[in-house]
């Protein structure tokens, strides 16, 4: 059961890391490196403002968690991911 749920999260995190790239790659190659315009774009609609101020707190509260906890237990290397298989 344990090695059926490991490929299953590897497989979830694999499309997590390669379906933002397959839509931001066509923006950049349109836009060029242009971090105004896509800031701006991030905040253009309603619906895209949800979105994204939902993701960067949640990201922002995550990087708190790391550091917070990390120090807590004298971990080092805070910023580099472990993958760790039980």
């Given amino acids: 059961m344990r090695r059926g749920l490991l490929r299953l999260y590897l497989a979830l995190a694999a499309i997590g890391a390669i379906f933002p790239w397959i839509l931001f790659l066509p ?3 349109e836009h ?3 971090p105004e315009l896509f800031v701006a ?5 309603p619906p ?6 939902d993701v960067l707190y ?3 509260i995550f990087i708190l968690f790391v ?5 807590r237990l004298g971990m080092r290397h ?3 991911p472990r993958l760790q298989c039980w």
């Fill in 41 to 45: 774009q991030l905040f253009a609609t």
């Fill in 27 to 29: 923006w950049v190659a």
């Fill in 58 to 60: 949640a990201a922002a």
């Fill in 32 to 34: 060029r490196f242009a």
């Fill in 67 to 71: 550091f917070v906890e990390g120090r």
């Fill in 48 to 53: 895209a403002a949800i979105f994204s101020s």
């Fill in 78 to 80: 805070l910023w580099l």
